[in-house]
């Protein structure tokens, strides 16, 4: 690969059989650093082996360049997708039609197809009987046009074989009905392949019975409902002040910088500027007396791991509470460096029942529930949760901001602003869906793309049923926002969680 910042020009070898086409897309695998990609867009030509083009992207020498998505199968999809109910190809069937049943006139079909070199054979017996014809008998033409109007299934008559007389009649209905029932049993036949047999289904059976027995709810003694602490996710210090200032329990602060630069090499800025933010945030929580929780990123790639994992006990040393991270991987890395540490689980670990729980239990002090639980599947978590465990693994929920949908390598606004205008970080970019709404992104410092969701979450109205589920801490999301943002939303949660408290008090 070579690049050409001048003219925002790029020269890739050809490898093998690859050969770009418009609209294929293309992935960066950097030597050093973070992946990216864009879509191939004209003007571009591949000569002497080579692919030249104009992109944004840098490329730099030794850097390899993937073709991750065809243009041409998209378009395939969509010819697809607007075909009129119809298979896009068909597959070929060899029918022959014979008799069988004890007067030798009940119809006998059967049928020979192949999907993708694995051969299948179905037969199928009908429950009625052909009746000797009086008049007109049903001929083997006649047969093979039936057999030949497969309709909007998948298959097409490929060949027609009749061991037959033609000397029987059966109402035209009666046939049509034969092929559509014959056509079933050919997918039958595909089904029945692929399914178990008797042995493994009740090995999974028992498997599955010795799980539930297992897998029970524990009787707790009734215990008077406890306040669930207040929890903040911050990225920037008026976010942690204002979340400090309200009295809020707990705030996890993400510092957002690159461990690397863009040539790959180490940020020699990371380790003060994290090392900064933290302790200012640390010193504000000390003066409020709230916790002060490193949150790291969501994607913690090799280069964020090599450049976070020498902060963790100096982190620590400044007054950090502990960490917060979004894999096991993370969490078993800095339990090696700093034993002691207290280590927490983000949204990333999709926590979804007491298994997962108990599971991650043996390195973290508290796990995010996944934001798609609902108050009964939380409910059930908790009950769920082994005796041995309970106590030592805190339960949390987001309850209100923006939920991330996913997290994109490749820096949008970049590839979508190419061909109309410059990208500026300092404004802010949504997707707009079919049905005009806007989902939020933001560019983080590693020029990954965060997607969130289009309307926010808020359930501040279900703070009565929330409090008794028994979670230890309720979470609000207010990365991305202002001081006001931050301050209005907490003061509400803050009074709503002493209402419904001071309710309980008064009954």
């Known amino acids: 690969t070579d690049y050409d910042p001048r003219y925002e020009s790029a020269v890739v070898k050809l490898t093998r059989d690859a050969k770009p086409r418009l609209g294929d897309g293309l992935t960066i695998r950097r030597k050093h650093g973070s992946d ?6 004209k003007p571009y030509e591949i000569r002497n082996g080579e692919l030249r083009l104009k992109t944004k992207c840098r490329l730099r020498h030794g850097d390899s360049v993937f073709i991750t998505s065809r243009g041409s199968l998209d378009d395939l999809a969509e010819e697809i997708i607007t075909r009129d109910g119809d298979a896009y190809r068909k597959i070929p069937i060899d029918i022959t039609f014979s008799l069988g049943g004890e007067a030798g006139k009940t119809p006998v079909v059967s049928g020979t197809f192949a999907i993708k070199g694995v051969t299948y054979k179905a037969v199928y017996t009908s429950d009625t009987e052909m009746a000797v014809a009086q008049k007109k008998p049903v001929m083997t033409e006649d047969l093979k046009k039936v057999f030949a109007k497969c309709g909007g299934t998948q298959y097409e008559m490929r060949s027609f074989g009749a061991e037959y007389a033609d000397n029987l ?3 035209m209905s009666l046939l049509n009905e034969l092929r559509r029932n014959f056509l ?5 036949a595909v089904i029945d392949a692929y399914l178990p047999d008797a042995a493994s289904t009740d090995a999974a059976s028992e498997n599955y019975s010795r799980f539930c027995r297992d897998f029970v709810r524990y009787d707790l003694p009734v215990q008077p409902v406890q306040r669930p602490k207040l929890a903040f996710y911050a990225d920037s210090a008026e976010c942690v002040k204002a979340a400090a200032a309200i009295g809020c329990g707990r705030i996890y602060y993400e510092c957002d910088f690159a461990p690397a630069l863009k040539d790959g090499s180490v940020n020699p800025a990371f380790e003060s500027d994290v090392l900064d933010r933290l302790a200012s945030a640390a010193e504000i929580c000390k003066d409020s007396g709230c916790e ?4 790291w990123s ?8 090599a450049a976070a994992l020498p902060l963790v006990e100096k982190a620590l040393g400044l007054g950090v509470c502990g960490i917060m991270v979004e894999s096991y991987g993370c969490a078993a890395a800095i339990r090696k460096i700093a034993p002691y540490a207290r280590i927490y689980g983000g949204s990333g670990m999709n926590i979804f029942n007491s298994l997962s729980l108990a599971q991650i239990s043996d390195l973290f002090r508290g796990a995010v529930i996944s934001p798609e639980a609902t108050a009964a599947n939380i409910a059930d978590l908790i009950q769920r949760i082994p005796p041995e465990i309970r106590g030592k693994v805190e339960t949390e929920y987001v309850v ?3 939920v991330e949908l996913m997290v994109t390598e490749n820096n949008l606004p970049i590839s979508a602003l190419s061909d109309y205008g410059t990208y500026d970080p300092e404004k802010t970019y949504s997707l707009l869906d079919e049905r005009d709404r806007d989902f939020p992104i933001y560019v983080d410092a590693c020029g990954r793309t965060h997607i969130f969701n289009a309307v926010e979450t808020c359930l501040i109205d279900s703070l009565p049923e929330l409090c008794g589920l028994g979670l230890d801490i309720i979470s609000i999301d207010g990365r991305h926002r202002t001081y006001d943002y931050s301050y209005a939303v907490l003061k509400a949660y803050t009074e709503g969680l ?8 008064e009954r």
């Open 169 to 171: 009649f059966l109402p």
């Open 400 to 402: 209100g901001g923006a």
């Open 498 to 505: 002493n209402a419904v408290f001071a309710g309980r008090s």
């Open 298 to 305: 969501r994607i913690a790639d090799d280069a964020y791991i």
């Open 292 to 295: 002060l929780i490193w949150k």
């Open 184 to 188: 079933k049993s050919a997918d039958r």
């Open 36 to 41: 990216d990609g864009f879509f191939l867009r």
